[in-house]
């Protein structure tokens, strides 16, 4: 028998979202730049370029871009750019609140369902089965007709429609760890449900809680974008990128394009970076799950 | 067919009249339709060391995980002092639960990974509300017990090796002074030295509490050292499932 020494100590990367920009990867760095560049201009946009939502200049309708209208003005006369930002500032914030009302709700009905197990599980996973049978907008478009046109209408609309995968995720995680030799040697110590729950379950779930709202975010700007398009969403007057780019369609054939390709681009650069970057996050948490983009 | 494993030759002391120690009696257990244990008796009385053997399959950890009242068997009991225990897991009274307690195979799959070797070991302690000084001191006797020291405890089990985490583990499984440590193949995992070491350390602890231990191994070097005597588990009881031949 020989004397061996113990094994040297263990790094791995950090969790940490901040974690990310280290070791600068010229896709995050841009997307991280791209996104706080957005987050900055939205928050103070109210502060160095008020806008009056109704204000409408008929002299000035359909200039292409200049220096005094960076992305031109639209069919009455509105700055493009302006309202793109206006517009951006709605989604981001809607989606953001969207995101979390449906952290919450999937969050809540995952934890039921992961700890409690048996018929509760079984009934509250075949609610989700049939909910997420229906086509999302479908069903977004049914919701936002039941209520009066509001930002609360559109935001009940996502979170209605987003919970389903938050509730997978969180039971399934709940469901793996449970039956880990930790959560064992935690009860025979004596531990009672509710601190296993609270100190070794919930603490590994939150996480991954935390990127399954940050993966939201896009996708429930997308949603609101949608229902603006179809004129379900926002009033017609406020600033919003469906609004803009369903107002713009009509300047198209008249050559004012960027009407509406100024807004869907903004939309698009935004949520592609912001889709990069917790995807990115995601595949730090879990390096067995690959990120659809790869930057 | 009863199959009865332990030994019934040679009850220890006075086991046979005053049933004293963690018994299981006639543990069945199928994980769905494969009987992994059949009508199992076992009997661990204080301060002997009972082997446990048998291939793979034939249900070791399954028994010491009833035994260590994680796990509910399909019938039978398990009895501590020969009074039944009613429950499992989180159902088992504390005054019980505080006897028994089991160290695993894996110390790695054994430690939440977020907590602190300190916070590890302690972790028993505050489950059962011991007050916070009582915690603390106790924790660093436990560690000096496994020989812990103080600069491992901040860390977290990525950062440590095997060995010094199953030592974590072993102070967390001391932290109540139980009467009996089940340890499911608490030492393939480690290196020599580390293995000697627990060893010293569990039968140090078992002659001054007069602990019972089930000792789960394949090494028949280490049973032939330790155990006061060997139980046999039969191989699995349904045959696995037929695989097709491989060319």
């Known amino acids: 028998m020989t004397d061996l020494a113990p094994a040297p100590a263990r790094t791995r990367p950090s969790r940490r979202p901040s974690a990310l920009l280290r070791g600068g990867r010229p896709g995050v760095v841009l997307a991280a730049g791209v996104l706080a560049v957005a987050v900055v201009a939205c928050l103070l946009a109210p502060l160095l370029w008020p806008l009056d939502q109704s204000a409408v200049d008929l002299v000035r309708t359909r200039l292409a871009p200049s220096p005094e209208h960076l992305a031109g003005t639209d069919d009455l006369g509105r700055d493009v750019a302006l309202r793109s930002l206006y517009g951006l500032r709605v989604s981001l914030l809607v989606g953001a609140v969207a995101a979390l009302v449906a952290t919450v709700i999937g969050g809540l009905v995952g934890a039921v369902a992961g700890t409690v197990g048996g018929r509760v599980d079984r009934a509250l996973m075949r609610v989700v089965d049939t909910i997420a049978a229906l086509p999302h907008l479908l069903l977004g478009i049914f919701i936002v007709a039941m209520l009066r046109p509001s930002l609360g209408a559109v935001i009940a609309s996502i979170a209605l429609t987003h919970w389903l995968s938050t509730a997978r995720i969180v039971r399934s995680e709940l469901l793996s760890l449970r039956s880990r030799p930790f959560i064992d040697a935690a009860i025979s110590g004596g531990a009672s449900r509710a601190r296993v729950l609270t100190r070794h379950l919930l603490p590994h779930v939150l996480p991954r809680l935390a990127l399954a709202t940050t993966l939201m975010v896009p996708h429930a700007v997308w949603h609101e974008t949608a229902l603006s398009f179809l004129g379900l969403g926002l009033p017609p007057h406020l600033a919003s990128i469906g609004n803009m780019i369903n107002d713009g369609q009509r300047s198209l054939l008249t050559g004012a394009w960027w009407a509406s390709i100024v807004p869907g681009l903004a939309l698009v650069t935004v949520t592609l970076a912001l889709a990069a970057l917790t995807g990115r996050w995601r595949d730090r948490l879990d390096p067995r799950v690959r990120a659809e983009l790869q930057l | ?247």
Do not use: N
């Open chain 2, 1 to 247: 067919m009863t199959t009865t494993v332990d030994d019934p030759t040679g009850p220890p002391d006075s086991a046979a009249v005053t049933p004293t120690g963690l018994a299981a009696h006639q543990i069945t257990v199928h994980f769905g339709r494969q009987r992994v244990l059949d009508r199992v008796d076992l009997h661990i009385a204080p301060g002997e060391t009972v082997g446990l053997r048998g291939p793979s399959g034939s249900g070791k950890s399954t028994l010491a995980r009833v035994l260590a009242l994680l796990h509910a068997p399909d019938s039978g009991r398990v009895a501590l002092d020969g009074r039944p225990v009613g429950g499992v897991r989180y159902r088992v009274p504390a005054a019980v639960r505080t006897r028994v307690a089991i160290l695993f195979q894996s110390p790695r799959a054994a430690s939440d990974p977020r907590l602190s070797l300190a916070d590890l070991i302690a972790a028993p302690l505050r489950a059962t509300g011991t007050p916070t000084a009582e915690t603390t001191a106790r924790t660093a006797e436990l560690a000096d017990l496994v020989g812990l020291t103080s600069d491992l405890l901040t860390r977290r089990p990525h950062a440590v090796s095997d060995g010094q985490l199953q030592r974590a583990c072993l102070a967390r499984a001391l932290a109540h002074r139980p009467d009996h440590l089940l340890c499911d193949e608490a030492t393939a995992m480690l290196d020599a030295s580390t293995q000697a070491h627990v060893a010293a350390v569990v039968t140090d602890y078992q002659r001054r509490h007069s602990a019972g231990v089930l000792l789960i191994t394949h090494d028949p070097a280490l049973l032939a050292r330790w155990a006061t005597r060997v139980v046999d588990l039969p191989g699995a009881a349904v045959d696995p499932p037929a695989r097709p031949p491989t060319r």
